[in-house]
């Protein structure tokens, strides 16, 4: 029986190593620099999107996630308010997802345009300029695509001036179903401490 028992014991103990570890995958980020620089923004929004059909993504998993935007985006010095006043929208998707679908967003990609710049002063006075820019290098968003079920979360920063995305981080989990609805928060506050610094 002792034989027995330590011959089980090797299997037993690699099988639960194996399933701590099997939770989510790490993230992974895109940009459209690699020096991109997010201190020149202040105010942020955001918006939660999720398929009707996703059960799973509930209004607690909504709150909570909601709740961990605000909280990672504000721990990072920036001020949440409306979209309208906003220098950045925070975007969340999550969806379940298979290795025949891919996850594309589509946001337009201006050129030169005009612009007004609010910059603050030595003195601490905002100091307001229009002048013409040509907006951060154009940038198509790679196609995420996964090797199995799983569940995905992206972030998308991006600039309301010019529906520009800024960034992006995302990951999956293999919490399809979200048993335990505090864990979005987990998965979010991973995805962001890969955010550059601000």
């Known amino acids: 029986m002792k034989h027995l028992l330590s011959r089980l014991w ?3 103990t690699l099988l639960l190593l194996l399933a701590g570890c099997a939770g989510y995958n790490e993230p992974r980020t895109q940009t459209v ?10 105010t942020f929004s955001v918006r939660i999107h999720h398929e009707p059909q996703d059960t799973a993504f509930g209004e607690t998993v909504r709150d909570n996630a ?18 309208e006043s906003a220098d950045f ?3 969340l998707s999550s969806r379940v997802q298979d290795e025949t679908e891919t996850f594309a967003t589509d946001y337009t990609q201006p050129g030169d345009k005009v612009v ?3 910059e603050r002063g030595p003195s601490g006075d905002v100091i307001t300029t229009t002048r013409e820019r040509e907006v951060l290098t154009t940038y198509e968003s790679q196609p995420i695509s996964v090797d199995s079920l799983t569940r995905l979360f992206v972030i998308d920063i991006v600039d309301t001036e ?22 979005v ?10 955010l550059p610094d601000s």
Do not use: H, N
Not at 33 to 42: F, Y
Not at 66 to 83: H, I, N, P, S, V
Not at 162 to 175: H, N, Q
Not at 185 to 194: D, F, G, H, Q
């Open 10 to 12: 090797l299997p037993a």
């Open 33 to 42: 620099s690699e020096a991109i620089d997010l201190s020149r923004l202040e």
């Open 66 to 83: 909601m709740a961990a935007l605000l909280e990672g985006f504000r721990q990072r010095g920036f001020t949440y308010t409306d979209l």
């Open 89 to 91: 929208l925070v975007i």
């Open 116 to 118: 007004v710049i609010r």
């Open 162 to 183: 010019t529906d520009v995305m800024l960034w992006r981080g995302y990951m999956t989990a293999d919490d399809i179903e979200l048993a335990d609805p505090g864990e």
């Open 185 to 194: 928060e987990v998965y979010i506050e991973r995805i962001l401490e890969e």
